[in-house]
């Protein structure tokens, strides 16, 4: 070979390499590299077309590494595990309720499951003494309530979330929907004639109706509706994170399940739903909505995972079939008593929390059901 024609093969070397490195970084990152124009080499003319090999960097060894550790570290950063909440649980002694402050701590978005508003039945009377006590937290950590989350009509104790909408309009320029479950209309009906509620005092007073599995965000969490019947139809559990709200359908390990007797409800059916949560991995917190330890033996708590539930589970535990649960769940229920705010907490309930209107009396009225033994007296 003269110098001349080393001169020429540099030279055409030079080039190659520069429309490579050219071609190198126009590579779409979602997709393998395929030559798509011709380009010269060695004084020829080559297309890549279905008659000549694709050159792909995902499937040849020869590829330069530091294209395929950017194709590994971009598929990587779209499968990222979402972001887990900061979660404040607010323990209510009087009912023994959980409520949930659940924040995304990169926006500060957050979310109030299940607010509880005092209820005194001696004295009829109502204040607001647990729900500000939400409202201060909520402040002193600087977030901003996007959403307001029941997981069902509780038949245990008053909602807050009314009362809290209005003061975190309030507080900060913006107006957080309340949501539940697309059934509540079954719940509101049922009640609403049971007790002789006005159809306009409960109808559309909730602002979102979840469906079964919809998802929404709270700022960059993303969380899903679950539907979890057994406890009532309408029943709701909300999973963010690694995280599962079940409201009244698991409780602790020494507690077992909530208690299926309500209209609508079915022990069949929340022994299904327990199951469907117990099916998620060990690692998964489950936060139950009410905790009663005990004989006081212990301090409440707010969540077990999923693990220590399928291992400890007095109702759940792995062993115990769909058969057993359901007989040991109506035998136990035959003998529970109603609950002691079941009139006043439905009434307000299936309002959204709003309390009855005044009569021309200018007095908010809710009704209790007495019953009548030796009926034939007063007939």
């Known amino acids: 070979m003269n110098t001349l024609q080393v001169h020429r093969c540099q030279a055409t070397t030079r080039l190659f390499l520069a429309r490579f490195a050219t071609l190198s970084m126009r590579i779409p990152r979602s997709q393998p590299f395929q030559l798509q124009r011709p380009f010269h080499g060695a ?79 001696c004295s009829h009377t109502i204040t607001t003494t647990t729900a500000d006590g939400l409202l201060s937290l909520v402040r002193e950590k600087g977030y901003n309530i996007v959403r307001i989350l029941e997981t069902h009509a509780h038949a245990d104790h008053l909602t807050a979330s009314f009362y809290l909408q209005r003061q975190l309009t309030k507080q900060q320029n913006s107006r957080p929907p309340v949501g539940i479950g697309k059934r509540i209309g079954q719940v509101q009906s049922l009640f609403g004639q049971r007790y002789g509620i006005n159809a306009e005092e409960y109808e559309c007073v909730f602002d979102k109706l979840f469906e079964d599995d919809e998802e929404f965000t709270i700022g960059a969490l993303k969380a899903k509706a679950l539907h979890l019947p057994g406890h009532t139809p309408d ?44 099916s998620l991995p060990d690692h998964v917190k489950i936060w ?81 059901p007495i019953k009548v033994k030796g009926t034939e007296t007063w007939n």
């Not at 299926?260 to 739903?273: E, V």
């Open 43 to 121: 004084g020829r003319s080559f297309q890549a077309s279905r008659s000549t090999p694709s050159r792909s960097f995902c499937r040849h060894p020869q590829n330069p590494p530091q294209l395929s550790r950017c194709l590994q570290k971009t598929y990587s950063a779209a499968t990222a595990v979402s972001p887990e909440p900061t979660i404040h649980p607010v323990f209510e002694q009087n009912t023994g309720t959980f409520q949930y402050l659940v924040a995304d701590p990169a926006t500060k978005n957050a979310a109030i499951v299940d607010p509880v508003l005092d209820y005194d039945k």
């Open 235 to 278: 029943h709701l559990g909300y999973k963010i994170g690694e995280n599962i709200f079940c409201g009244d359908s698991i409780f602790h390990t020494d507690i077992g399940t909530a208690r299926c007797d309500f209209p609508g409800g079915s022990a069949h059916a929340l022994y299904n739903s327990a199951r469907k949560i117990l």
């Open 288 to 368: 139950t909505g009410h905790d009663y330890p005990p004989g006081g033996e212990r301090q409440p708590v707010p969540y077990v995972t999923v693990g220590e539930h399928r291992l400890k589970n007095k109702h759940l535990r792995d062993g115990v079939i769909e058969e057993d649960f359901v007989r040991m769940r109506r035998e136990r229920d035959r003998h529970l008593a109603a609950p002691r705010l079941l009139h006043e907490s439905l009434q307000v309930n299936v309002r959204a929390g709003r309390l009855p209107s005044q009569n021309e009396a200018g007095m908010r009225l809710l009704k209790v």
